[in-house]
């Protein structure tokens, strides 16, 4: 029979392809739900091997039988004329099974398969399922024969048994019953070698302890690190028949395990994995690691190295919000009781990486997990005593000593505290002039407003006063922020948003306003209309500030800002300031959003409509001035804000052209609204002159 072009043999119930007994494939085909069990599958031309396997030979010479029971915590079987009595604490799939009705001698298997769960018997070419939950058996037991009569039909012949996946095997005396008993025969730290389902075991805890952390704990981190540190200890005890062995197939934690010979170079290439972040690594580890001390015994020496997932746990995480683990990826590589430190220069362990192009703000540095002066945590990434070669998709660690390594993405500092002194002294000094310039127009106005016929006026000193209240408030929240005094700190900070959300009221009342009076010709000589428009520029801010208060006292206070001096190493610029991060995303951008997109839209239309009205007397420059104070006024250059979103130099030159433009705003606006007046008074000086020339003209005539 062929299932897909394989021969098959008979299974009791199923069928189990014939190259599986060639290490080729081998799978349990069922026919019912319960049969389509994955029975042991051979991988890279090797199958699953089985935890222990017990064999022998009985004489079948009558119709026999199989009986299965759960029963005890041990495994007993008895060989009975009719049959085999097995028993085990196990739950059964069945009870019974007929064995083969021709007499004569039959070579049976009992085989225990830990990671699956599954125990069953092989008798002669047939197979039958016992148990499928016989998870967490332990690895540690000893089989016994009970004492039977001399030459004893019942007995057994050729017994054996093995475990450790194979690696040990030793044979037993003929009897007709044998008890397989598992116990715990002494801690796994001391012992001098594990089986290799011991260290399974201790492989899940690992990773179940990275997932997740025992609760309770104050120091959840510490824990999972813990159980890294047991598990790299239980690899290196690890007895296993291969040159390499790897455990675990987990996104969260597998291992790797070489035996190495002495005096030799370990060359790890892992395989290419292109659609992961790192698609790769490379380990080259020294022949001085693999050096046999005097008195050592010849033999191979065991190196460790395991895969740590560091994405979603506590372990392994960054100090700095700047900072991330390229491809989450950490790696652990040790040397079987050995403490591997200070190597040449030129006998140093080579870790690479191979990864995607990285972004242009991002700065790999190689760093290892330090737990030397952990402060009561777990460690922290130490960047010192590493070499680093970046390339475009591949970075080089050299490293003197073994431990856990990664390579540690740190965001390239956009402001350092260089340019932090140069905005600093452009802010102040643009605050002052543009505060003072505010100040000057509006006495200005309220001094000649008598004068003044051009009503929209009245907004555009509403507009600079909102900036004047804008640069004092930011004036004085730094000085208070160095302050104890918390409620005064909150004071200036709720001053300073006030000022912000006014000004940017009223560029959108200006906005409005402007176009009103271009596109439309409305009259705003209504008084009415004028008090509507402050109550709105002002009890709009003042209401927002009120309700962020009132639903949380501590949203406005001291605010820290990161100043690097190096690309780790910063100080804290604090100001008082709003304290919730999402408040100052969703209102403030998001007003500034509205505010920016209606007025750009406003400012469209005007442009269209003055260019199409302009007088042939009128010089370009004229145009020019016109349109830059159009733009401050509606606050058009705050769109430079959106900007510090982006990253390197157009980040920082967005800084300096955002802080100077909208620093000195008052000032500019001053000067726009005094070129006005200029232009205002040579028109009327103009129209005075022609008409005293008309009327000497007229008196000329006349005489």
């Known amino acids: 029979m062929e299932h897909f072009g394989i021969p098959v043999q008979t299974f009791q119930g199923a069928q189990v392809p014939k190259a599986c007994n060639r290490k080729r494939a081998y799978f349990y085909l069922g026919v019912n739900p319960l049969d389509n069990w994955l029975l042991l599958v051979c991988i890279h031309g090797r199958t699953v091997q089985e935890d222990f396997r017990f064999c022998a030979t009985r004489n079948h010479t009558q119709d026999s039988s199989v009986y299965y029971k759960k029963h005890g915590n041990f495994i007993r079987i008895v060989n009975h004329a009719n049959g085999l009595n097995i028993s085990a604490p196990f739950l059964p799939e069945s009870r019974n099974h007929r064995l083969q009705t021709h007499s004569g ?91 290799v389902c011991e260290v399974e075991k201790e492989l899940e805890r690992a990773a179940a302890g990275l997932e997740n952390p025992i609760s309770g704990r104050r120091n959840r981190s510490g824990t999972s690190y813990h159980y890294l540190q047991r598990l790299d200890t239980y690899l290196g005890k690890m007895d ?40 790769g690594f490379d380990v080259t580890l020294p022949s001085v690691l693999f050096a046999l001390p005097r008195g050592r015994k010849q033999g191979d020496q065991k190196v460790v190295l395991m895969e740590v997932s560091s994405q979603n746990q506590t372990l392994f995480q960054p100090r700095q919000n700047s900072s991330w683990i390229l491809g989450g990826m950490v790696f652990g590589i040790s040397v079987a009781d050995r403490q591997v430190s200070g190597l040449p220069k030129e006998q140093r362990v080579a870790l690479t990486f191979w990864h995607n192009r990285l972004l242009k703000n991002a700065t790999p540095q190689c760093a290892f997990w330090d737990t030397s002066a952990n402060g009561g945590q777990a460690g922290f990434w130490n960047t010192s005593g590493s070499e680093v070669k970046a390339g475009w998709n591949r970075t080089i660690c050299l490293w003197d000593h073994l431990t856990f390594f990664a390579v ?98 009223w560029m959108g009342i200006e906005g409005y306003s402007l176009y009103r009076l271009v596109i439309d010709v409305f009259d705003f000589s209504t008084r009415n209309f004028l008090l509507k428009l402050c109550l709105v520029g002002w009890g709009l801010p003042l209401f927002l ?159």
């Open 408 to 505: 540690l993405m740190t965001s390239s500092p956009d402001l350092d505290y260089i340019h932090k002194n140069y905005l600093t002294v452009i802010t102040y000094f643009g605050c002052i002039l543009s505060a003072l310039a505010s100040f000057f127009t509006v006495c200005f106005f309220l001094c000649s407003r008598k004068n003044e016929r051009d009503n929209i006026v009245h907004i555009h000193m509403n507009l600079l006063w909102a900036i004047f209240l804008l640069d004092v408030s930011f004036l004085i929240a730094v000085p208070l922020s160095a302050t104890e005094n918390d409620m005064a700190c909150k004071a200036g900070a709720m001053f300073l948003h006030f000022g912000l959300l006014a000004c940017l009221t």
């Open 105 to 195: 001698p039959y070579r049976f298997c009992v085989y225990g398969q830990q990671e699956s769960g599954l125990f069953r018997l092989q008798y002669g070419n047939m197979n039958y399922i016992l148990s499928t939950e016989a998870k967490g058996f332990l690895c540690s037991f000893s089989v016994s024969g009970e004492p039977s009569q001399n030459g004893s039909t019942s007995d057994l012949h050729s017994v054996s048994y093995a475990y450790n996946k194979g690696y040990h095997n030793k044979s037993l005396p003929n009897s007709s019953a044998y008890k397989i008993i598992f116990h715990d025969n002494g801690s796994a730290d001391r012992k001098s070698s594990l089986q």
């Open 545 to 703: 500030v009120i309700m962020i208060l009132a639903v949380d006292q501590s949203s406005y206070g001291p605010y820290s800002i990161k100043v690097y001096e190096t690309s780790d190493k910063y100080t804290n610029a604090t100001i008082c300031w709003i304290t919730n991060k999402h408040i100052n995303s969703c209102l403030n951008l998001g007003f500034l959003s509205v505010v920016l997109l209606f007025n750009t839209i406003m400012l469209a239309a005007m442009v269209r409509v003055i260019l199409k009205l302009r007088h042939r007397d009128y010089h370009q420059w004229q145009y020019a001035v016109m349109l830059l104070g159009l733009s401050c006024v509606l606050g058009i250059p705050w769109g430079l804000a959106f900007f510090s979103f982006t990253f390197g130099t157009f980040k920082l030159a967005a800084l300096y052209l955002f802080t100077i433009i909208n620093s000195f705003q008052g000032f500019l606006i001053f000067l726009w609204y005094l070129a006005k007046m200029v232009q205002a008074r040579r028109s009327v000086s103009a129209q005075l002159m022609s008409s005293n020339s008309a009327k000497l003209h007229s008196s000329s005539s006349m005489l």
């Open 240 to 279: 296993f028949k291969e040159d390499n062995r790897i455990l675990g197939e987990g996104p969260r934690l597998r291992a790797h395990v070489w035996k190495v010979k002495p005096n030799k170079t370990l060359a790890i290439h892992s395989k290419l994995e292109e659609n992961k972040e790192v698609h």
